[in-house]
């Protein structure tokens, strides 16, 4: 059985900090590259940090500087992180990890909310 299971979501304060967690089972997750999205209320999901098997963070310019994705594939089951610092109002929303081998993701967590009041 597949499960992308993410934690670490709540409320904070803008300025602070908060990381997310995805623990990911089922598949060889690996070998897939990893990303987290987000989705604030009325707005398409849009891709925040991706990291590939290996490695090599890519990230959105919006959280660049701020945010800081890593893995741990000797784990099990592997976990994803997302480090938030600095955050800002405009980075609340529910947070989703996703896996695919390559393209576009094939499997989904359902998301934890991030709150960050000003």
């Known amino acids: 059985q597949v499960q992308l299971v993410e934690s670490g979501g709540g409320l904070v304060q803008a300025g602070g900090s908060l990381r997310l967690s995805c623990a990911a089972s089922?598949?060889?997750?690996?070998?897939?590259?990893m990303g987290w999205y987000r989705q604030a209320p009325g707005k398409q999901r849009e891709l925040v940090a991706v990291i590939g098997s290996g490695g090599s963070p890519r990230y959105s310019e919006s959280v660049k500087g701020r945010f800081t994705v890593s893995r741990d594939n000797d784990r099990t089951p592997i976990v994803m992180y997302l480090q938030k610092s600095s955050l800002k109002p405009e980075d609340s929303g529910n947070y989703f990890c996703a896996a695919a081998r390559w393209g576009p993701p094939e499997y989904w967590g359902q998301g934890t909310q991030v709150t960050v009041s000003s």
């Open positions: 089922g598949r060889a997750f690996s070998s897939y590259v």
